[in-house]
C-alpha cells in the first residue's frame, strides 16, 4: 500500500508535542516550590494523588483483560472479530491511562509552585500554571496521533491490494477507540465520585458548621478535596478528551474509506487528511501557548482575555491553513470539505464562549445566583438549574447548524439519498468534529490550568501566605473555574459531532461483518427480493433489510433505552457522590470531636483517613455506572438487532448531549456565584449569602465535575463498544 510521503508529518508533529511537552515539565520543575510548609503541603497531595491511581489502575486492569480476553475469544473462536481487535483495545486504555498519569503528575508538582511564584506577580503565577496544563494537553495530542499513526503503519503492511483494505484497517483502529474509551469512563467516574466526596464533606462541615475558610489546614478533608482535583479534573479529564480526540479522527479516517472507495488514491488521501489536520493543529497550539501572557495587575477579564487571545489564534490559524492543507493534499470538493472543518471550528468558539458567559461571575447569569443567595439556599438552587437549562439552548443549535453546514458543505450541498452523496456528507460531519478538536493542545492546556490554580490556592491558604498572596491565587482559581467549565462545554460539544460520526461507522463495520458472513455461504435479501452483498454502495438496502426507520418499535424501543440510560447513568453517579460525601461528613465530624485541638490550631487532622476513605468510596461506587456503558448496547444488539441499537445510539447522544450541558454549566455557575460572594459582594466570607451559595456549589459540585462530564465519554463508548461487538450482533440476525 502506498502511503503519501506527507503522511510522515504526523508522526513528526506527535514527537514535536512531546517535545515541547517534556520542555515545559523540565522548565517547571526548575522553579522553587517555596517555603518548608508549601513542600509539605505539595507532598502530601502527590502521596495521595499516586496512591488513588495505583488502585484506580488495579480495578481497571482486571476488566481489561476480561474484555480482552473476551474479543480473543470473538476473533480466534469465533471468527466473527478482526484478529488485531485484541490488541489494539489494550494500547488504547494503555496510553489514555499514560496521557491521565502524566497530567497528574506535573499538575501535583506545579500546583505548589504555582503558590510560590505567584508570591512575585500574577503574570508568573499564569505562566506557570498555564503551560504546566500545556503539558497536558500536549501530552494528549501527541500520543494519540502516535498511536494513530503507529497503528496505521502497521496494519497497512497486513492489508493492501483493494478497495476494502484501508475500510478494514480504519475500522480495526477504532477500537483502541474503546479501550480508551473504557479507561476514561473509569478515570472521571471514579476521580469524580474521589473529588465531589472529599469536596461536599470538606464544605458541608468546615464551612457551614465550623465556619471555617475553604482549603484550610484545621479541615481533615482538605487534603482530600486537593488529591480530588487532580485525579478527577486533571487525570480523568486528560483520559477522556484523548479518546475524544482519537475518536473523531478514527471514525473520520473510517468515514473516507467507505465514502471514496470508486477510486484508491483518493481514498487513501480521505484517511489521512483528518490525521493531516490534526497534525497541523499541533504547531499552531504551540504558537498559541506561547502568546498566552498577563500583567500583574490583572483583573478577571484581563486573564479571560490573555487566554481567549491564544485559543481564538491557533483557532483562526487553523482555520486558513485547513484550506492550504486540503488543497496540497489533492483532495475532491476540497473547499467544502476545509468548510466542514471551519463549521466544526466554529462550532467550538461559539460552544466555549456561550459556556464562558453562562459560568463566568463576569456576566449577568452568574451574577443573578449570587444575587438571589439574599432570599436564601433554595433561590439558589432553582436559579442555577434554570440557569442550566437555558445554557442548553445555544450549544445544541450550534451543533445543530454545524451538522447541517458539515453535511452539505462535504457534499456540494446534494440533499439526495444516494448512497454517495450520503457517505460523503458524513464524512464532512467527522471531520468537523476534527476540527473542533484540532487546536486540543492549547484548548486542554486552558481546561487543566484550572485544577493546578484551585490546587495552588489551597496551598497558599493552608501555607498562611497572606491575604495578598491569597487574592492572586483566588484570581487565578476563579479563571481556573470559568476554564474547566469552557473545556467541559468544548468536550461535550465535540462528542456530539464525534458520537453522529461513530453511528455512521457503525453502520459500516455492520456491513463488513455481514459480508463475512457471506463468504461463508450466508445471503441476505433486500426489499425487492434480490440478494446484495453488503457494501458501502448498499445504504438503501442496508436501511430496508433491518427496517431502520421510525416506524419500526425495535427502533423506537431502542431509542427510549439509549435516553433512559443517560439518566439512570446520572442517578447512579449522584448516589454514588451522596454516599461517599455521607461518609466524609461523619469522618470529618468525628476528627472534630475526638482529636483535641484541631479547631484552635494545635493539633494536626488525620489527613490519610479522609483519602483513604474517598479512595474506597471511588473505586467501589465507580464500577456499576461504568458497566453499564458496556453491557447495555451488547444486550440490546443481542436482543433487538442491529436497528435497536441505532435507535440506542441516537437516544443517548440526543438526552446525553442535552444533559451534560445542563449539568456541567449549572455546576459550573453555582461553583463561580460563590466565588463572587468570597470576592466581596453581598456580606462575603460568613455571610449569609455565602452559606447559601454554598449549598448551590455543594449540590453542583457533582453536576459539572462527575456526571456532566462523564456523560460525553457514555455516549462515545456505547458507540465504540456497538461498533466493535457488531460481529456479535449479526450472528444473531
Not at 650 to 672: E, I, K, Q, R
Request: hydrophobic letters at 50%; glycine letters at 12%; a neutral charge.
Amino acid at each position: 500500500m502506498n502511503i503519501p510521503i506527507v503522511f510522515w508529518l504526523v508522526p513528526i508533529a506527535s514527537v514535536a508535542a512531546l517535545l515541547v511537552a517534556w520542555h515545559f515539565y523540565k522548565t517547571m520543575l526548575k522553579a522553587d516550590e517555596g517555603t518548608p510548609r508549601m513542600r509539605e503541603i505539595a507532598e502530601h497531595v502527590r502521596k495521595g494523588a499516586k496512591a488513588y491511581l495505583k488502585q484506580q489502575y488495579k480495578v481497571v486492569l482486571i476488566v481489561f483483560v476480561i474484555l480482552a480476553l473476551l474479543f480473543a475469544f470473538m476473533a480466534y473462536v469465533m471468527k466473527i472479530q478482526n484478529p488485531w481487535v485484541p490488541f489494539a483495545f489494550l494500547t488504547g486504555g494503555f496510553f489514555s491511562g499514560l496521557c491521565g498519569y502524566f497530567g497528574m503528575k506535573t499538575a501535583t508538582y506545579a500546583s505548589g509552585r504555582t503558590a510560590n511564584t505567584a508570591r512575585k506577580g500574577m503574570s508568573q503565577g499564569l505562566r506557570i500554571a498555564f503551560r504546566s496544563g500545556a503539558v497536558m494537553g500536549l501530552v494528549v495530542v501527541g500520543f494519540g496521533l502516535l498511536d494513530i499513526s503507529a497503528w496505521f503503519l502497521i496494519l497497512s503492511r497486513f492489508y493492501s491490494g483493494s478497495e476494502i483494505s484501508l475500510i478494514i484497517i480504519t475500522t480495526t483502529m477504532l477500537t483502541f477507540g474503546m479501550g480508551a474509551s473504557t479507561q476514561a469512563l473509569f478515570a472521571r467516574v471514579g476521580g469524580g465520585i474521589f473529588t465531589k466526596a472529599a469536596d461536599v464533606g470538606a464544605d458541608l462541615v468546615g464551612k457551614m458548621e465550623e465556619d471555617i475558610p475553604e482549603d484550610d489546614p484545621r479541615n481533615p478533608a482538605t487534603i482530600a478535596d486537593n488529591v480530588g482535583d487532580n485525579v478527577g479534573d486533571v487525570a480523568g479529564m486528560g483520559a477522556d478528551l484523548y479518546e475524544s480526540y482519537c475518536g473523531s479522527i478514527l471514525s473520520t479516517a473510517a468515514l473516507g474509506a467507505t465514502a471514496f472507495t470508486a477510486n484508491g488514491t483518493m481514498q487513501m488521501k480521505a484517511v489521512i487528511a483528518p490525521m493531516l489536520i490534526a497534525a497541523v493543529g499541533i504547531f499552531l497550539s504551540l504558537i498559541g501557548i506561547f502568546l498566552v501572557r498577563t500583567k500583574d495587575n490583572a483583573t478577571i477579564k484581563d486573564l479571560l482575555r490573555s487566554l481567549s487571545t491564544g485559543t481564538n489564534t491557533a483557532a483562526l490559524l487553523i482555520g486558513i491553513s485547513t484550506f492550504l492543507t486540503l488543497y496540497f493534499l489533492g483532495i475532491d470538493n476540497w473547499v467544502g470539505i476545509s468548510c466542514s472543518v471551519i463549521a466544526g471550528l466554529a462550532a467550538g468558539v461559539v460552544i466555549g464562549q456561550s459556556t464562558e458567559y453562562y459560568t463566568s461571575q463576569a456576566y449577568r447569569p452568574t451574577k443573578s445566583i449570587a444575587s438571589s443567595s439574599q432570599f436564601g439556599p433554595a433561590p439558589v438552587i432553582i436559579k442555577g438549574i434554570g440557569t442550566g437549562m437555558v445554557s442548553t439552548c445555544i450549544p445544541v443549535m450550534t451543533v445543530s447548524i454545524a451538522i447541517m453546514l458539515s453535511y452539505l458543505c462535504a457534499n456540494g450541498f446534494d440533499m439526495s439519498m444516494r448512497a454517495e452523496s450520503i457517505s460523503h456528507g458524513l464524512y464532512g460531519i467527522g471531520i468537523a468534529a476534527v476540527g473542533m478538536l484540532s487546536t486540543l493542545g492549547i484548548t486542554l492546556a486552558t481546561d487543566a490550568y484550572g485544577p493546578i490554580a484551585d490546587n495552588a490556592g489551597g496551598n497558599a491558604e493552608m501555607s498562611g501566605l497572606g491575604e495578598e498572596i491569597r487574592l492572586r491565587t483566588d484570581a487565578l482559581d476563579a479563571l481556573g473555574n470559568t476554564t474547566a467549565a469552557t473545556g467541559k462545554g468544548f468536550a461535550i460539544g465535540s462528542a456530539a459531532l464525534t458520537g453522529l460520526a461513530l453511528l455512521a461507522s457503525y453502520i459500516e463495520e455492520i456491513k463488513i461483518a455481514m459480508s463475512r458472513m457471506v463468504e461463508g455461504g450466508q445471503q441476505f435479501i433486500d426489499a425487492a427480493g434480490n440478494a446484495f452483498v453488503p457494501s458501502s454502495s448498499t445504504v438503501p438496502q442496508f436501511m430496508d433489510f433491518f427496517q431502520v426507520n421510525l416506524m419500526n418499535p425495535k427502533v423506537l424501543v431502542g431509542t427510549f433505552i439509549g435516553a433512559m440510560t443517560a439518566f439512570l447513568f446520572c442517578g447512579l453517579t449522584m448516589g454514588a457522590v451522596g454516599r461517599a460525601a455521607g461518609k466524609m461528613v461523619e469522618e470529618v465530624r468525628r476528627q472534630f470531636r475526638e482529636i483535641k485541638g484541631i479547631l484552635e490550631g494545635q493539633s494536626t487532622p488525620d489527613y490519610g483517613r479522609c483519602v483513604e476513605i474517598s479512595t474506597r468510596s471511588a473505586q467501589k461506587e465507580m464500577v456499576l455506572p461504568s458497566l453499564l456503558a458496556i453491557i447495555i448496547p451488547i444486550i440490546t444488539g443481542i436482543v433487538l438487532g442491529v436497528s435497536g441499537v441505532l435507535g440506542l445510539l441516537v437516544g443517548s447522544l440526543a438526552a446525553g448531549f442535552t444533559l451534560a450541558v445542563f449539568m456541567a454549566n449549572a455546576g459550573g455557575a453555582w461553583d463561580n456565584a460563590k466565588k463572587s460572594i468570597e470576592e466581596g459582594n453581598y456580606g462575603g466570607k460568613g455571610s449569609a449569602c455565602h452559606k447559601a451559595a454554598i449549598v448551590g456549589d455543594t449540590v453542583g459540585d457533582p453536576f459539572k465535575d462527575t456526571c456532566g462530564p462523564s456523560l460525553n465519554i457514555l455516549i462515545k463508548l456505547m458507540s465504540m463498544v456497538s461498533i466493535v461487538m457488531a460481529g456479535l450482533t449479526v450472528a444473531f440476525i
